[in-house]
């Protein structure tokens, strides 16, 4: 029989708080002062996945949020360990995606008076203007309601990151003042309440739209973490409206629906006169919606759960605070009952210039597959190929050219099945992310990463090889941040040049997975799905031609240029 005073500890009580609100797994890295807490949950019947560096933890478990509508929990050690998450909790805040990092941490009283204790740091206070909300636990009797304070901020209104601070002293505290038949510990009640926007504020945007000559839908990952698809494929279904998914909402309407604009971006944003943002903002990614990329004069109706998001860069003629479900479960049909059908000359508009596009894009791919300099489009069709025939894989991307191309690339079917660096554009999510996700859904996931950015979390190879897990990371080396051309200087190498003969699919030859070298595209064709069916972790490194990228990918303008070119000439002719 257990020790009832193991029972009252805040280590149980805090892994007991988890468990009542649904919470199963942890993602974390151990030391002091968390190593027999992370011990204590798998005896108790959780799952812990180590990690070996803690923002790959951290990524993993804003990842799982984001899969699940839960928090997902990163656990960390103190001081150091705490700043290495601090980056993916801060991106899971940016992101909108549900987590709770937990730090155990030093002494408050030893912190205050400065007397220097074993990697010691004000964390607590630190964590607070990256994440949503930060909590300090003091008394073990004080769990359950950090814990329920901490699922309910997670989830509710805009999800997000919060902190969750635990001495160690809290770890191991007995808990004597609390019934013993509760301890304090419940399941939090409806922690995400449904809100819907008002009658009045529904019939202004059906007016609004009804007036729309070229309307247009832009679905953000809000939509897809909302789970809308539904709602969001019976309006475009039964308005005709024309829809541009961000790269997290491909699949709430299959990519390959006549009514996506994706392939004509450029047209329909200039000439959309009524633009419908469904779990979109209007941040840096759609240019804040200024002009010359947006109509200047077209009107904005906004699906958002949070209103502080509302007028932030451009006027939002229509407003619609509340849950993506309930805002859509009145606007859809009080929009279909007037009849309201999108133009066919805007349609065909869009047509036309899809066409146009689509043939374009047809012969770079069809170039990419002969091209004696192998590039991005040979290696990344046979990956779309397979998600064609298999729309149930999931993808995570990162990178700069890898993650441009493959999501111009790469159709999706299914809503939730890709995940890349998102708002901030953050490098080092794709392990993490991938890890999770194969986690959380038992599926197979390709993580598709240019060599830059798998440098940042590679050796989470060990982590994807010591639990097997049915991940193909596909590295698309082409020697470079960027590309790995780029030497100014002649007899040193240049800030963006990596190796372009690294044989990274040697990592996973090391901790026990499967490895592949591939250098064209035939190669590429015959290993790619061999790869992803095995079911096992593997690593497919795809050789290209160091040539092959272009500065900062599609988003090269937010990289200011400096005129080096004399000192570049000046520099080649003192060489010769």
């Known amino acids: 029989m257990v020790d009832d005073s193991l029972n009252r500890t805040g280590a149980s009580l805090l892994i007991e708080a988890l468990q009542k609100n649904g919470i199963n797994n942890i993602y974390g890295i151990v030391g002091i002062p968390v190593t027999d807490l992370a011990r204590l949950a798998e005896l108790r019947g959780m799952k812990y996945y180590g990690f070996r560096r803690e923002d790959a933890a951290v990524d993993a478990a804003a990842a799982a949020g984001f899969l699940t509508q839960k928090p997902g929990v990163g656990l960390t050690v103190s001081a150091p360990g705490f700043l290495n998450g601090l980056t993916a909790l801060a991106q899971a805040t940016k992101n909108c995606f549900p987590l709770i990092m937990i730090s155990g941490s030093s002494e408050r009283h030893i912190i205050d008076l400065a007397q220097g204790d074993y990697e010691g740091m004000d964390q607590y206070n630190r964590a607070k203007p990256f994440c949503k909300k930060a909590y300090r636990v003091d008394r073990a009797q004080d769990i359950g309601t950090a814990v329920a304070r901490a699922v309910r901020t997670a989830v509710s209104g805009r999800p997000g990151g919060v902190y969750l601070d635990l001495p160690a002293d809290t770890i191991s505290q007995f808990d004597t003042e609390t019934d013993q038949k509760d301890m304090g510990i419940y ?102 919606g200024d002009a010359p990329e947006f109509n200047p004069n077209a009107k904005f109706i906004q699906l958002d759960i949070d209103a502080t998001q509302f007028d932030s860069s451009q006027k939002i003629s229509a407003p619609l605070q509340g849950d993506l479900q309930s805002i859509l479960a009145k606007l859809v049909p009080a929009l279909t009952a007037t009849g309201y059908k999108a133009s066919s000359d805007w349609l065909d508009a869009i047509k036309a210039d899809t066409e146009k596009n689509d043939a374009k894009f047809a012969k770079r791919i069809s170039a990419g597959e002969t091209n004696p300099e192998f590039g991005y489009y040979g290696a990344i069709e046979p990956i779309n190929e397979y998600f064609q025939k298999h729309p149930d894989t999931y993808l995570v991307s990162e990178g700069a050219n890898t993650l441009d191309i493959g999501r111009d690339m790469i159709g999706m079917q299914l809503p939730r099945h890709r995940l890349d660096t998102g708002t901030w554009g953050v490098m080092g999510v794709g392990m993490g992310y991938a890890i999770a996700t194969a986690i959380e859904t038992g599926k197979h996931v390709v993580a598709l990463d240019g060599d830059s950015a798998f440098g940042f979390d590679g050796m989470e190879t060990e982590t994807m090889c010591r639990y097997h897990l049915p991940i193909t990371v596909v590295i698309i080396n082409n020697g470079g941040i960027y590309n790995g051309v780029s030497n100014p200087v002649p007899n040193q190498l240049g800030p963006t040049t990596l190796d372009p003969t690294a044989r990274y699919e040697l990592m996973a030859k090391a901790f026990g997975g499967d490895y592949y070298f591939v250098s064209n595209y035939e190669e590429m064709k015959a290993t790619f799905a061999k790869a992803v069916d095995s079911g096992r972790p593997n690593i497919i490194n795809v050789q290209i031609a160091p040539s092959m990228g272009k500065e900062s990918g599609h988003i090269g303008n937010l990289n200011p240029t400096l005129n080096l070119k004399p000192l570049e000439e000046k520099e080649k002719n003192e060489d010769k």
């Open 187 to 288: 399941k939090v009640v409806d922690p995400a309440p449904k809100q819907e926007p008002s009658d009045e504020a529904v019939s202004r945007a059906v007016d609004i739209i009804k007036d729309a000559k070229k309307p247009l839908i832009i679905l953000g990952k809000g939509a897809a973490y909302d789970r809308t698809e539904k709602q969001v494929q019976e309006l475009v279904n039964k308005t005709d409206i024309p829809f541009l998914p961000m790269s997290m909402a491909k699949g709430v309407v299959p990519d390959n629906d006549p009514h996506s604009a994706a392939a004509a971006r450029s047209l329909s944003l200039k000439n959309a006169d009524v633009v419908i943002l469904i779990g979109a903002r209007l941040n840096w990614m759609l240019s804040y």
